[in-house]
């Protein structure tokens, strides 16, 4: 770019790096972002969220902590910092994982501490709770209160909360009442419809959760995260691979955002399927 040649992008100019960032070209929004001078918070941020993206999970620490030391009362910084210390923890070895875990936890507080409506920072500490043992924090009883928070910012998130707790206590009918309520709650929203098909499916239900991909598909013909929900399902199953490898491959030649599946995982499906 040429405002890059004249000395450097301001830092209030990230539109370009941002619209790399939304398509899933992390290494073009690093470049854009490595040319933006003087780096405030914002900058830091993002440079941080694209190495998490590329599992360069070291570098974004790093770049988050510049980021939340700049901005302290940052929500969205904080709990950024959090996913990067959380997948170092799954990343590292046995002897450093439980204090990666532990910074992962504080940070999502933190983060929601700062931001009581940041919906999805709760998510990821509700998420934490569930998975996390007593002695990292976790535990069942913070997980659900952390779910009534979810039901007061979002109600269907907060039922796929409720959810997944029903579903650790082995109380499958009450797991997919509480799924089947956050679609009725958000029907809209093709990732409530894939979380019940996948639910269903996990349930050895086949054929109710093909004919819930299938609505899900109706209501968003080629969705991506419809489609790639499909084809994991296929390939979990050990079923029609001409129809995995084909939904893989439209999913891979689809426009991705950063909310969907990684195009290394769609990858890796691709390769079990025999291509």
């Known amino acids: 770019m040429l405002l890059g040649l004249a000395g450097g992008l301001s830092a209030a100019d990230l539109?370009?790096?941002?619209?790399?960032f939304n398509r899933t070209d992390y290494r073009a929004a690093l470049r854009e972002l490595a040319a933006v001078e003087p780096k405030d918070a914002a900058v830091y941020a993002w440079i941080g969220q694209s190495q998490y993206q590329l599992g360069e999970y070291k570098k974004a620490t790093e770049a988050l902590e510049k980021a939340t030391q700049l901005e302290p009362s940052n929500s969205r910084y904080h709990?950024?910092?959090?996913r990067a210390w959380g997948r170092r923890a799954e990343t590292s070895s046995p002897l450093t994982a439980p204090g990666y875990a532990n910074k992962t936890r504080q940070y999502f507080e933190r983060a929601v501490a700062l931001d009581s409506g940041n919906r999805e920072a709760l998510t990821d500490l509700f998420d934490y709770y569930l998975q996390a043992p007593g002695f990292l924090g976790g535990g069942l009883d913070k997980a659900a209160l952390a779910a009534e928070r979810l039901v007061r910012i979002d109600a269907a998130t907060g039922n796929w909360a409720k959810a997944q707790i029903y579903d650790r206590r082995k109380e499958?009918?009450?797991a997919e009442e509480h799924l089947r309520r956050a679609v009725q709650l958000a029907p809209q929203q093709v990732s409530r419809i894939v979380d019940l098909a996948k639910y269903l499916s996990k349930q050895g239900r086949s054929k109710e959760s093909d004919a819930v991909l299938a609505q899900a598909l109706k209501m968003a013909p080629n969705h991506p995260q419809v489609v790639f929900a499909r084809a994991e399902q296929l390939v979990r199953e050990k079923r029609n691979p001409s129809e995995a490898k084909a939904l893989l491959?439209?999913?891979?030649?689809?426009?991705?955002?950063?909310?969907?599946p990684p195009r290394e995982l769609a990858q890796q499906l691709l390769r079990q399927v025999g291509s």
Not at 15 to 20: E, G, L, R, V, W
């Open 249 to 260: 491959e439209l999913y891979l030649k689809s426009t991705l955002t950063p909310d969907d």
């Open 79 to 82: 709990h950024w910092l959090g």
């Open 15 to 20: 539109s370009t790096a941002q619209n790399h």
């Open 172 to 174: 499958f009918a009450q």
